[in-house]
């Protein structure tokens, strides 16, 4: 079995690399060798390698400057899946892709006005131009009718690349006082469980004697997430609370103030609540969600503590 893997240089893909491995022959071209704005070039690849199966965590995941580089967001986002899922579907190849809470407008609640997760079901309205190519993606690969899976998730960290943990960690190393928005809810989600997530999910395709009926059973789209709910600003807190004890700070951990969302204007709108619900993906993989602390935990246990000097 071979797998054709995107965007191993970023978070999700560099944690699904090893996860892969230990099912099939991944071949995990960078941008240098596979650049998703070339769609031919993405169309000979596939042709070439004829993978049994694409996972495809690459994405233009720039959510402010996608505002103004629309044309290239719509083209990696859109574009490159919808090629990826025709060619998957010529070769009766499965396509795995990622997706996003941005595809949501952020307003569902409850009867008595608390936030509710979404579902999968529920009605999309993106807010930004980031989540209306990713949703536009979502909608190009449903439309070919390939073997698919499409997991949509939120606020994504790892130690490996951009994300709010690493700028967290480095404003708590500079700053005494750092201004975080706390009224944005949503799940951290630790690149490194989403991958071994996914990896469990694909061991029962691989298992299986039928990969026809196990797509039958399967193909669709699904929330996948960790549990509880948070805020940013309680995120960079428990972020600091862990580096402190770990001292990997060097310094005293900085004082946390939240502020609302417009008080730290973006170019790109985000949505006030970003929970997914979840119940889908756990029933039908039978998958444990741990908590998001718990992740944070298990992510954070490779930070190196900062040496210690005799003053
Ligand atoms: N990050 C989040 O908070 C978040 C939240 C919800 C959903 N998601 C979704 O989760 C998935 C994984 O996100 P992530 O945080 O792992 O993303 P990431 O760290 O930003 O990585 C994106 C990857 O896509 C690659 N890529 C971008 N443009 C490319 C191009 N033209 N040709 C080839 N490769 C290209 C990047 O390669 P280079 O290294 O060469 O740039 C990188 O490997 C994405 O589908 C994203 O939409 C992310």
Sequence with gaps: MKILLTGSSGQLGNALLPQLSKLATVYAPLRQELDLANPAQLRRCIQDFKPDLIINPAAYTAVDLA??????????????????????????????????????????????????????????????????????GELAIAATACRHLILRTSWVYSLHGKNFLLTMLKLAREREHLRVVNDQWGVPNSAAWLAQATGDILASLFKTEDPTDWWQSNAGTYHLSAGGKTNWCEFAAAIIAIAGQQNSLGKTAPALQGIASSEYPTAARRPKNSMLNTQKIQTQFQLHMPDWQTCLQQCMQELQPLPHFES
Excluded at 93 to 111: C, I, M, P, W
Excluded at 115 to 125: K, R
């Design 67 to 136: 505002e103004t580089e629309k044309e290239l967001a719509h083209t990696i986002n859109v574009d490159a899946p919808a090629c990826m899922a025709e060619e998957a579907h010529k070769l009766g190849a499965g396509l795995v892709h990622y997706s996003t809470d941005y595809v949501f407008d952020g307003e569902k609640r409850d009867a008595q006005g608390d936030w509710q997760a979404y579902l999968e079901s529920d009605a999309t309205n993106p807010q930004n131009v980031y989540g209306q190519t990713k949703l536009a």
